[in-house]
C-alpha cells in the first residue's frame, strides 16, 4: 500500500537540527550520518518511506523551512 | 500665504514645519526648546501632522528614524543634553541616508549647565557627535527670521541629498520675539521609492539598513556617503560677508553671536578700524574656501573668531587660513552673551 | 536709535506683556524689534522680565546687560536692575509696593504709584502694568499711542477685546502722571 | 511530485531562497517561517512592514520578502512607533529580542504599549544575548550559566527573570498579550495563530499586541537543539508559562 | 607580582583594571568589547569588584557617574554605538570633573556598521561627541601591552585631574592576543574628600553636580574646566618618534594604524626614502607642539596621517603644521585594515 | 518661647535654613522636610545619600543638609545603583519626578527594581513636567490640560497615564512599594511613616523600596496649592490609590 | 484660660501658599492680606491666639517648614 | 622573518585552537606573535579561522590578507583562502572532507587525510587538528616540536592533561606525513 504522504527535504536548507527527526510520530526520518551538506552538516532525509502519514509534524518543527510535504490524494 | 508676525523663534521654527510641510513630529521637552512642541500641540488639530510627545529624545530621534523611513517628512527638536541622547540614532540615520531635520536649541554646557543660549555644541554638530564617519548638513540661523527660513531649506536639502539636516540655534534666537514673514505653505508630495511603505509587486523589497557586517561594503557604504559630502561641500556652502572690502580685521562669527559681531564691526568701522564680518551660514559644510581666499588677500591682518563657547569653530577658520594668518579668539562660556563693547575692547586690547 | 530697555517684576504682574505690546507697537512702525523674555526655573522664584530692544537699524543682541530704560515693579527686580541702568537713563519703579526706593544720582529715577493709582482710580489693580507702560512711552516717545492701540488689539485674544478701553484709560492715566 | 499525491505544506515563497544564517534548530527560524506564512496566505506582503532589532535576528530583512527597517539596538519599538503613525493602514510588526526588548529597549516597550502604539511585539525571549556570545539576558533563569553569570545568575545581585508579558499586561492600552512557543508541533501551531491573531487585532486598531515567544539558543545554551526543547519545557515553561494574559473582547476582534 | 601571558587584548584590559584597583565596572555587551565583562565576571569571585551588566550602555555610563561620585575606581567599556549612547552621561562627569575610566573598542560606522576594527570614532572622543565644551584625556594604546599600560595610566590620570580618562582602541586591538607582561597590582586606597560618603560632622556636605544655573557661575565652571585642560595640555602630552632623524616624509598615525606605519617606514627606509613615523600616543592632548616643530624642520617635505577612517586626526595633524608644510591623508574605512603595501603604494603613486 | 509651653514641632534643622525655589504650596518640600525629619531624627546625616533628579527638584542639594549628588534626567536610578553599591551600608535614595522616573528614566526605574537595587525610590508624581513649564506627563489624567496636551491628554494617542507602583510591584525583587500623598495632615503623617520604613528596610538590605507620593504642581495646574488638594482628591487618588502594594513579612521588618 | 498651645511662623519662610489655614481645626491661622513678605506674598499668621489646641496639622502641612508648634507644658 | 598564517574550518574542528598552540610556542621561543580570530557573527555561519603572525620583529598588522601558510580544514574556507596564499605559499588541506582539491599551481598545495588518520590511527577524530599542525611545524619549521608541548600544558586546562600523550601523536603522525 502506498504511503499516505511523503517529505522533500532540501539538503542544502537542512542544517541538521534533527527536529523533524524526533518530532515525527512515525519514525520515517533520520540524519544522513554519513555525508554531510555542503556546510559540513549532516542532513535529513526519510528512512522509511512508508510510514509518513503527511501529519506535517516534521515541517512545522523544521525551522528552515526544508521540507515539504506532500499528501497522497484520496 | 506669507504672512508677518511678532513670534517667538521657538513658535517660529514650529509654524515653519508646519508650512514646509511636516508630516510628523517627535520630540521631548527641554528648556529651552520646549515652545516647539508646545506649539505644534497646539496647532495640531488645524493641521494633519502626526505629534507624539516621546518618553525620551532617545525614542524621539530612532520614531524619526522610522518615520523617515517610511518616507515622511519629519522633524525633532531639542537642547544640549538631549541631542547628546540622540547621538547614536542620528549615526544611524547618516549611514541609512533618510532625510529628516533636527534643531538643537543649545543651552550652555557640558552636563546638565546652565538654560542660557551658547555655541558650546559646534563641535558635536560639525564634526559628528556619533560614531563613525558622518556630517549632517549644519545650519547656523542667526535670526528668528533665518530660523524660519532655515527650516523651509533643511527639509529640502535633507530630501535632495537623503540625509539628516540640523540647525544649531541657541536658547536666545529660541526664546525672543522677532518680526518674522511667513513663506508660503508648501504642498509637500513625497517622491521616495526607497521608502518603507509596503513592498509592492512593481518593485523588491525597499531595506532600510545601517548595518554592513563585511567589512568590504561597509567600506563601499562609507565611499557613498563619502562622495555625497564631497558634492554637499561642493554646493552647498553658504556665507555672508559683511564689510569685507578693503578690510584688514576679519570677525569670523555664526548664528547670534555673528549679529552682535555685526555691531563690533560697525563700531569699528566708526573708529577707523578696517573691520570686517565673515559669518558660516552652513556650519557644515564650512566655508572654508572663502575664508582661505580672505586669508590670501594682502591687506588682510588677522582673522578673530568670536564665538559663545570655550573656542570650537575657530578650529575650522584655522584649517581655512591654514597659517597664511594668524587666528584669533574671542569667547564666552556657559551661557554668557558677550557684549558689542567687550568685544571691541578685547581687540582693541590684545590685537591691535 | 536703538533703545534697550527691561520690564521686571514679579509673575503675574504683566511685565512680559508690558513688553510684548512696547515692541509690537514698534514693530508695526517699521522699526527693528526684539523681546527676549527671562525664562526656566529661575521664574519658580516669582520673578519675571524682559528685555525689549527697538531700534531703526537691525538689533545686535537681544540680551544685554545694561538698559536705557528699566522699568520694575517689585523691590527684588529694583535691588537686581538699578545699578544695570546707563548712566543718564530711565528707571520707572511703582511706588506702592517698592518701600525701599532707588539711590543713584546718575539717572532719571520716576516713581509711579501705578498700583494705588490703577486700584483706586481705574478700579482694576491688572491693568498698572498699562499705566507704567504708558508713563513710558510719554518719557522716551517710542511709539505713538495709537501703536500700543493696535498692539492692544492685535495680540489681545478676542475674548479680552472688551478690555481694551480700560488699558486704554490706564495708559492715558500713565501718560498724564509724568 | 509524485503522482497521485498533494503539496500540502511548503516553505512560504515570501521567505526568500536563501540560507538563514541562524544555527541550527534556532527558533528565529521557525517564526521567520510562520510570519512569511501568513504575509503569505493573507496575501499581504504590500501592508506589513517589519523591523529589525540588533540581536541574532539582525539580518531578517534578508530573508522575509517584505519592506524592512533595521532598528538600533533597543529601540525597535520607537522605530515601528514611527512608521505604523506614518503609515497607519499597514501592518507594522518589531521583532526584538530578550536584551533588545527587555533590557536596553525597556523604556521605549513600556510606552509603546502604554501608548497603545497599534502595532505588534514579536518578542524572542531565549532568555540571553545569541547574537554577543551567550551574555546573560534580564530574562535569563536563576542559577543558568552564561558568559557574564559564569557561576550562574545569582539573584541577589542581578535579580530574578523579568516576565515581559505579565508586566505589559498591565498597562491600559495594551489590547492583546500572549505567551507562545515553538517547542513542539502544537506550540508552534499556536505560535502562528496567536501571531494571526494580533494581526487581526492591529488591523482593527484595537491597541498594542504583544506575542513573546519563548524561544531557544542551542548554541549559547550549549547543547543540541533536541535538549533546548528539554530546557524550554522542563526549566523555560514552569517560570514562563504559555497563555493569554490579555485579550479583547471577541466581538472586537471579529 | 608582574607576569607574562599571552592574551587577549580585551581580557588584558580587564586583568589590567583588576591589577590597578578596579572597585566597580559597569558595563553592557557589545562586540568587540564584550570579553571585558566576561572576563570580569570570570573573575569577580577572586576579587573585591563591584560588576554589574547594566540594562544599556545609558544606565552603564550613569552607574559610574555615581560610583564615581561616591569615591571608588571605577570604569565602563563598549564599542561605538554604545559609546555614543554615553555621551550625555560623559558630558556630566567631564562637567562635574569625577575621575573614571573609559574604553571605546572601536568598530567601523557609522550606524550599526560593521564589528571590524576602525578609528572612526576619533573625532567624537577627541573634540567632544557630548554637548559643551570639555575634554577627555584620550589614550590611543596599540598593542595588548599597551593596553595594560594604559589603563593603569589612565586611572591614574583621571585621580590626578579628576577627569574621565578614555582609551580609545579598536576591535583588532580588543580581539588579538599577544604578549603582555601585567604589572604588580596595586592597592588602591581612594583620597577623595570631595566625594558624597556621607556627610560627617567634620565637614560640609559634598554635592556632586553639573548644574549651575546662572551664566555667570557657568562660566566660572568653564574656565576651572579649560584651565584644567590648559594644565593637562602642557603636563600630559605622549607620543612616539620613529626614524624621525633626517627625516623627509612623515606619517603620522595612532593605534593600531601605527604598527602598520611602523613597517611602512621600515620598508621606505629600505628603499632609500627618507620616511618616519610621529605616532600620537595621547589624542587629546595632542602633540601639537612636537609636530609643530617637525613642521619647522627644512628637510621635512610633508606629512601623511595614515588612518582607519576617512580622515579625522588629519585635521589635528594640519591644525599643528599650520601650515608650514602640505598635509595628506591616507585611510580605509568601515573595519578594513589597511597593508603595509597598500600604504606605501599610495604614498609612491601620489605625492613621492 | 512663652513661659509654660514647650517646643513640639520645629523646623528640622538638617533641613538648611534657607528659601526654598518651590512654589506656594508645592508638596516638594513638604517631601524634601519629612526627609529632613526623619535624617534628623534617626541621627543618619553621615549614613545618608540623595540622588537629585533634573526635575523642579534638581536643586534640592541646596536645602538638605546631606551628600548628594544631580543625576542627568531620568538616570538618578543607575546614579543612586552606582553609589549604593560601592557603599553598602549607606541609606540612599533618588528622588524623581513622574517625567524622570516614569519617561526618560523608565528602563532605569524598572531596571533597579527587577535587580532590587537595595535603595530607595522618593517619586513624586505630579501629573506633569513641573520645572519645563507644564507638559504632559505619562502620568497626566485622563483629559487633563497641559502645555503639550492643551486640548486633555487624549488617551486614544497617547495612552493612559501609568501606574508605576503598580508597575513595580510585579518585579520579584521589589521589597516595599506604598502609594502616599501629603494632601491631608494624616497623609502627610503616613507618608513619612512610609519614607521611614522604607529605610529600615533598606538597612536590612531586603531589595527595593519604592515610595510613590501622589504630589501637586498648582503653578502648572494653573490653580491654588488650596484646589491643588482638591484635585488631588478629587481626580488623582481615585485613579492612583494610595496604600501599600507590596512588604515584605513583618518579621523581616522588625 | 492660656490657649493649649500656640505657632510661630516665619514671615520670611512663609509662602502664603495658605495649607496651613485651612487645615487649622480651630481657625486660628490666616493669610495677612494687608501685607507682604520681601517675596511679594501674604504671609500666615495667627488671627486667634486663643484656640490653638497645638495639634500640629498646620506644621506638618507647611510645605516649607515655617511653622514651630508650641505646647502647654501640663 | 615573518611568517604570516591563517588557519581556517568549521567551528569545532580545533582551529582557533591550532593557532593559539603555535602562537603560544612561538612566544615561548622568544618570537614576537600575535593571534587574531574571526570574530562576531558571523561565525554563525558555522566557520572559524584565525591569523598568526610570528617574527623576529614586532609585528604589524595582526590582520593580513595575504598567508604565506594556510591551513584549511573545509570547503568554504579552500574557496575563501586559496586565492589569498602568497605566491610561493604553502596550502595544506584537509582531504578527507574536503572534494573539490586546490587548483593553483604557483603554491605548494599540501592534501592531508587528517580526519580518516584521527579517526582510524589514532581512534580520535578530534586531534585531526594537531596532525595538521604537526604538518605545518614540520615544513615550515616554525616552532621546535617541544615548544608546541609546552604550549600544551601551559593552554589546555588541567582537565584535559591526561590527552597531552594523544595530542603529541597526532603531531608526531602529522609530522610523518609531509
Ligand atoms: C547600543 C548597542 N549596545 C550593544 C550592542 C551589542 N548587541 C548586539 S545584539 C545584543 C543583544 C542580543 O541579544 P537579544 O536581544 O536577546 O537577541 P538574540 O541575539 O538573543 O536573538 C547586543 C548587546 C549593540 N549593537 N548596540
Ligand atoms: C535629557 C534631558 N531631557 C529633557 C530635559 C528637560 N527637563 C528638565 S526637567 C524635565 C521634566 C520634569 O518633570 P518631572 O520629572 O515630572 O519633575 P517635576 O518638575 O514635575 O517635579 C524635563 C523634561 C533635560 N534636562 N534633560
Ligand atoms: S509528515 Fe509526519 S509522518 Fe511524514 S515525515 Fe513528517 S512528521 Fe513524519
Ligand atoms: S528540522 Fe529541518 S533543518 Fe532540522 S534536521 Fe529536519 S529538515 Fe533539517
Ligand atoms: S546564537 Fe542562539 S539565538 Fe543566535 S542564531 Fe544561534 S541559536 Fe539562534
Ligand atoms: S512648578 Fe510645580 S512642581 Fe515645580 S515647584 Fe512649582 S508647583 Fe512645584
Ligand atoms: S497647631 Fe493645630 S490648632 Fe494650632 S494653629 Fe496649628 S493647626 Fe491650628
Ligand atoms: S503652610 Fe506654611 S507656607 Fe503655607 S501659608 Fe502656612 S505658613 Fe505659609
Ligand atoms: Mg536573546
Ligand atoms: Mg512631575
Redesign the interface.
Known sequence: MPAKGYVEISIETCKGCNLCVIHCPTKCLALNTSDTNSYGLHYAYMVDEDECIACQNCAIMCPDAAITVFKKVS | MAETRFMKGNEALGEAAIRAGLQGYFGYPITPQSEVVEYLALQEPNHNYVLIQAESELAAVNMVYGAAAAGARVMTTTSSPGFSLMQEGISYIACSELPCVFANIVRGGPGLGTIQPSQSDYFQATKGGGHGDYHLIVLGPNSVQETVDHIYLAFELADKYRSPVMLLSDGAIGQMMEKVVLPDPIEYKPDKPWATTGKTPDRERNIITSLFIQAEIMEQRNLKLQEKFKKITENEVRYEEYKLDDVEYIIVSFGLCSRISKKVVDQARESGIKMGLFRPITLWPFPTKPIEELASINSVKCFISVEMNAGQMVEDVKLSVNGKKPVYFYGRTGGIVPTPDEIINHIKENLL | MLQEMIFAG?GGQGVLSMG?LL??AA?KEGK??????S????M???TANCMVNISDE????????EYDVAVVL???SLKKFESRVKKDGILIWEST?IKEPPTRKDITVIPLPAVEKATNDLKNVKVMNMLLLGALVKLKNTVKKESLMIALKD?LPRRHHHLIPLNEQAINLGMSLV | MKPGYEQIYKRPETLLPKRMHYCPGCFHSTIHKIIMEIVEEWDIQDKVIGVCPVGCSVFAYDYLDIDMQEAAHGRAAAVATGIKRMLPDKIVFSYQGDGDLAAIGTAETIHACNRGENFTFIFINNGIYGMTGGQMAPTTLEGQKTTTSPYGREPATTGMPIKMSELVSQLISVAYVERVSCNTPANTRKAKRAIEKAFKIQMKGLGTTFIEVVSNCPSNWKCTPEESLEWIKEKALPYFPLGVFKEPAKEEVE
Open positions: 514679579f510684548t515692541a509690537y514693530m527693528e524689534v526684539s523681546w527676549m523674555p525664562y526656566g526655573p529661575e519658580r522664584g516669582g537691525p538689533i545686535s543682541s537681544p540680551i544685554v546687560s517689585n523691590q527684588p509696593h495680540t
